[in-house]
């Protein structure tokens, strides 16, 4: 039933720790799944430094999809849009050709408190990788939403338990958020080919072992999942269907090497558009570290 476990990496990304699960060196993508960061938890003092704050950057070939726990951060981008986002609400923003965002934590800075959250990229597939770049936020009561018996379920993108959300996806696919108590039981169908369940809070059990904060479960295919709360606990069902193999460079992910060679020349040369709000600084292309000199 359970085909890996694949363990959170913690990473300082500058003031701030995210969890790194995917890409993995075993399993590079679950469905268009290819980037999955737990951010934080973490809490904040008012008045923390702005090198918090995620700058300007580019991305192409990917739908950024951010959802929290806990806190807020404000959107920034290329096309125009400023939107913050608060728990429980969904900010999806799709790439495409290309485009660039910043992530600004003004309200935490302001009044301190708790971050915690997860942002994923999903892989557009061929025909969508050169769509135009586009921006959408969801309230939480736009999104389908299930309770009973200790589960609250919220279905955050694609189809999923008879229901679809309202987030325009462009592969099959799907993102579930459930709120799990102790001895509360639910099951993941095995309507898709690639699943996976990440535990982001407390501990669950499945198939007689008990797993816990920062895993996540892969499946095997073609058979539905029994899930019990054995602490109170968060889980998030990601999965769907391949779009095919995905090159990953920094923030650019594409069907083949040489569209991510040309996004790497074009944000070098400043040929991408940078937010309209974020005009005075961005984050530089990343340069291949030299080789080790081997005399030293």
Known sequence: MIEMVIEQRRRD????????VLPFAQRRMIGPFIFFDHMGPARFTAGFGREVDVRPHPHIGLSTL?????????????????????PGEVNWMTAGKGITHSERFEELRAHGGPM?????????????????????HHAAAELPAYESDGLVARLIAGE???????????????????????????????EYSERAAYVAR?????????????????FAPGQ?????????????????????ERFIEWNFVASSRERIEQ???DWRAGRMKLP??????????????PPANPMS
């Open 116 to 136: 915690d959250g997860i942002q994923a990229w999903i892989a557009l597939p061929n025909e969508a990788e050169e769509i135009d770049p586009d921006f959408a």
């Open 160 to 190: 999923a338990f008879g229901a679809r959300s309202p987030v325009k996806t462009h592969s099959p696919m799907f993102y579930v958020h459930w709120a799990l108590q102790p001895g509360a039981k639910a099951q993941l169908e095995a």
């Open 263 to 265: 996004a790497k020349a």
């Open 224 to 244: 539905p999942v029994v899930v019990t709360g054995v602490t109170p606990a968060i889980v998030m069902l990601l999965g769907g269907e391949p779009v095919g």
């Open 66 to 86: 951010s959802y929290l726990f806990d806190g807020a951060m404000t959107h920034r981008d290329s096309v125009g849009v400023t939107q913050a986002i608060r």
């Open 276 to 289: 309209d709000a974020d005009d005075d600084e961005f984050i530089p292309l990343p340069e291949p570290a």
């Open 202 to 218: 407390g501990s669950v059990e499945v198939d007689g072992h008990t797993y816990g904060t920062g895993q996540m479960l892969v």
């Open 13 to 20: 990304l500058g003031g701030f720790e995210v969890g790194r």
